[in-house]
């Protein structure tokens, strides 16, 4: 049972245009959510985190938003740039902080950004 | 500051055979992670350790053990190994200020043959 779901394994987009990488989720529990990114061969790193208290995040480029009621969260990357082509994993966790809150990942989206 | 580095990098192993997985950090964190990559399933846990001396099972830890050696360094045990591990294994820790920031290992490609 998919707790988070990426349902777009990939996307493409033109440099400087908008990017949208969308995920779902089932668990109510879940109260913080973070997106990771992940070049080839290396290991994800942090990208932005949100609270179920917020209902937007930003970050430079980047901005995440959150709908509660909806249970789906985005990240906007604007303007896209090359290096931002890259697998995307979204991460949700019951929260309150401490090593024994598990991240449960999604499955990850491929975003390609054309120049 | 190398953060957080993972032996080898990759490694082909015959069914059965056993091997085990190094992980260390030096960012002085308190807890560690072991998770599996695989195709379409995202990254999926199979243990923790909070803490020094301590370890957990996560979402998927049948056929495989870990040891919290030190502070520094976690380490997983295939005993006996399956095709079905076939995977990208990546080490993670955490335990600065910001928790949520779990720092992974750059992975260990392995294929059981």
């Known amino acids: 049972d998919q707790q988070v779901k990426q349902n777009s394994p990939s996307l493409s987009v033109q440099e400087g245009r908008i990017s949208i990488l969308n995920c779902d989720y089932t668990n109510s529990m879940f109260d913080y959510f973070l997106w990771y990114k992940k070049y080839p061969a290396e290991g994800p790193t942090f990208l932005i985190s949100i609270s179920s208290i917020k209902d937007k995040n930003e970050d430079g480029r980047f901005t995440v938003f959150l709908n509660k009621s909806a249970k789906h969260l985005s990240l906007h990357i604007v303007p896209s740039q090359p290096g931002d082509s890259a697998v995307y994993f979204c991460a949700a966790t019951p929260g309150g902080g401490g090593a024994t809150n598990k991240l449960i990942f999604g499955t990850g989206t491929l975003l390609a950004v054309q120049p | 500051n190398a953060g957080v580095t993972q032996t080898p990098k990759f490694q082909v192993l015959k069914t059965g055979q056993s091997m085990t997985l190094q992980c260390a950090q030096d960012m002085n964190h308190n807890s560690m992670y072991w998770y ?77 043959l």
């Open chain 2, 36 to 112: 599996r990559q695989d195709p379409g399933m995202g990254l999926r846990l199979i243990y923790y350790s909070a803490s020094e001396g301590t370890t957990d099972k996560g979402e998927v830890p049948n056929g495989y053990n870990v040891s919290r050696l030190n502070k520094r360094e976690f380490s997983l045990r295939l005993e006996s190994a399956a095709p079905s591990q076939t995977s990208v294994y990546f080490c993670a820790s955490v335990g600065g200020g910001a928790w949520e920031t779990q720092y992974f290992g750059p992975g260990t490609r392995l294929l059981v």
